[in-house]
T-cell receptor, first 113, second 114 residues
Framework: SQKIEQNSEALNIQEGKTATLTCNYT??????LQWYRQDPGRGPVFLLL?????KEKRKERLKVTFDTTLKQSLFHITASQPADSATYLC????????????FGSGTRLQVQP | EPEVTQTPSHQVTQMGQEVILRCVPI?????FYWYRQILGQKVEFLVS????????KSEIFDDQFSVERPDGSNFTLKIRSTKLEDSAMYFC????????????FGPGTRLTVL
């Protein structure tokens, strides 16, 4: 069955630096991949969706890449700010062919001022 | 900006009791979902709903669970006889039908089963 792996260790960076988070997946070739932000005790907030025919997508300070050969997505936050501190979730459509999502465990990002 | 809303924000119940969690999806969305997240664990899919019927369900969604869209705006998740292990955050999500793969999540209901 499909498996999604995100670095479970927290990522600590200094304000102003670029944060790079990794999402690896196996046993599946998804048509798209999504990134969400989750704050403690809150629901996931959609950030970006990237499709299999797109190599890169940007939105303001966010950039996502999608390498279907490596089965990996990288999520970058440039010029990071303390307000970017949160858990970032990678999500793929389930391998059932429907569009319900399977989530990774998330990577917690802490941006130090 | 339209958003998914959920009530209550926190529900405390005794084991064996029935609970109903409520969601109001974004108004022009046609696909609805329930997910749950046990404390410290991943967000897990429970069920999807379209055109007044279940579209897909996970192995978690057993006979204790049911969903309903009782009117044009609400979408509910019922747990018939709650167990301690049902304690979790429950998230509702909705999606446009055509050309919309993005799911928008509500703030969640924290269910505590004692």
């Amino acid at each position: 069955s499909q498996k999604i792996e995100q670095n479970s260790e927290a990522l600590n960076i200094q304000e102003g630096k670029t944060a790079t988070l990794t999402c690896n997946y196996t046993n599946y070739s998804p048509a798209y991949l999504q990134w969400y932000r989750q704050d403690p005790g809150r629901g996931p907030v959609f950030l970006l969706l990237i499709r299999e025919n797109e190599k890169e997508k940007r939105k303001e300070r966010l950039k996502v890449t999608f390498d279907t050969t490596l089965k990996q997505s990288l999520f970058h936050i440039t010029a990071s700010q303390p307000a970017d501190s949160a858990t970032y979730l990678c999500a793929l459509p389930r391998d059932t062919g429907r569009r319900a999502l399977t989530f990774g465990s998330g990577t917690r990002l802490q941006v130090q001022p | 900006e339209p958003e998914v809303t959920q009530t209550p924000s926190h529900q405390v119940t005794q084991m064996g009791q029935e609970v109903i969690l409520r969601c109001v999806p974004i108004s022009n969305h046609l696909y609805f979902y329930w997910y749950r997240q046990i404390l410290g664990q991943k967000v897990e899919f429970l069920v999807s709903f379209y055109n007044n019927e279940i579209s897909e369900k996970s192995e978690i969604f057993d006979d204790q669970f049911s969903v309903e869209r009782p009117d044009g705006s609400n979408f509910t998740l019922k747990i018939r006889s709650t167990k301690l292990e049902d304690s979790a955050m429950y998230f509702c999500a909705s999606r446009l039908l055509a050309g919309g793969d993005t799911q928008y999540f509500g703030p969640g209901t924290r269910l505590t089963v004692l």
